[in-house]
């Protein structure tokens, strides 16, 4: 079976600073796909990156990136320059190779100060 | 830009009433899905429909959950006699293919309270 942890169920960021939000996730695959959805409210869950457990490197989307430590099965997005658009829940998200539905965490509640 | 739309928003019904949720997915996509969020807990897959028929489905969707595409741009979740479990935020996505590189877009959801 697939789990994956947010143990951050709130955060809060000062404009224009830097916060990071922590994923574990669990499994026995040895190929699988991690996830980060952005749900701002009221509105529909969006993809925000995406990384293949294949490669070493950390997948990058202009101010979100994430340090993907597959040793330690552990799955963090950095949100830079956090503005006010990135108020949102944000839902950390794995799939196996061999299927496409998701499996999510419970989620992290971000604020972005101003 | 396209988006995945549902409805009711909200919806409120009786513990054994039947009920149908709507979806209209991307029209290009091919691959249609249905998830749904117990307050306080996670999002969970419920099933996964490609070609009119169902190609995935988890534990959670048992004989009183049915899926169908009746007429090419709706995709409805129904319940059969729903239970007060069954209270939960249900999630629609559609996707053009399924693989993890094609983004599956989720709708904003349907509240379905169970009295």
């Known amino acids: 079976a697939q789990t994956v942890t947010q143990s951050q169920p709130e955060m809060s960021v000062q404009e224009a600073e830097t916060v990071t939000l922590s994923c574990t996730y669990d499994t026995s695959e040895s190929n699988y796909y991690l996830f980060w959805y952005k749900q701002p409210p009221s509105r529909q869950m969006i993809l925000v990156i995406r990384?293949?457990?294949?490669?070493?490197q950390n997948a990058t989307e202009n101010r979100f990136s994430v340090n993907f430590q597959k040793a330690a099965k552990s799955f963090s997005l950095k949100i830079s320059d956090s503005q006010l658009g990135d108020t949102a829940m944000y839902f950390c998200?794995?799939?196996?190779?061999?299927?496409?539905?998701?499996?999510f965490g419970t989620g992290t509640s971000l604020t972005v100060i101003p | 830009e396209p988006e995945v739309t549902q409805t009711p928003s909200h919806q409120v019904t009786q513990m054994g009433q039947e009920v149908i949720l709507r979806c209209v997915p991307i029209?290009?996509?091919?691959?249609f899905y249905w998830y749904r969020q117990i307050l306080g807990q996670k999002v969970e897959f419920l099933v996964s429909f490609y070609n009119n028929e169902i190609s995935e489905k988890s534990e959670i969707f048992d004989d009183q959950f049915s899926v169908e595409r009746p007429d090419g741009s709706n995709f409805t979740l129904k319940i059969r006699s729903t239970k007060l479990e069954d209270s939960a935020m249900y999630f629609c996505a559609s996707g053009e293919g399924p693989f993890y590189q094609e983004t599956q877009y989720f709708g904003p959801g349907t509240r379905l309270l169970v009295l």
């Open positions: 990384q293949e457990a294949y490669k070493q």
């Open positions: 998200a794995f799939m196996k190779a061999t299927g496409n539905q998701f499996y």
């Open positions: 029209s290009n996509h091919l691959y």
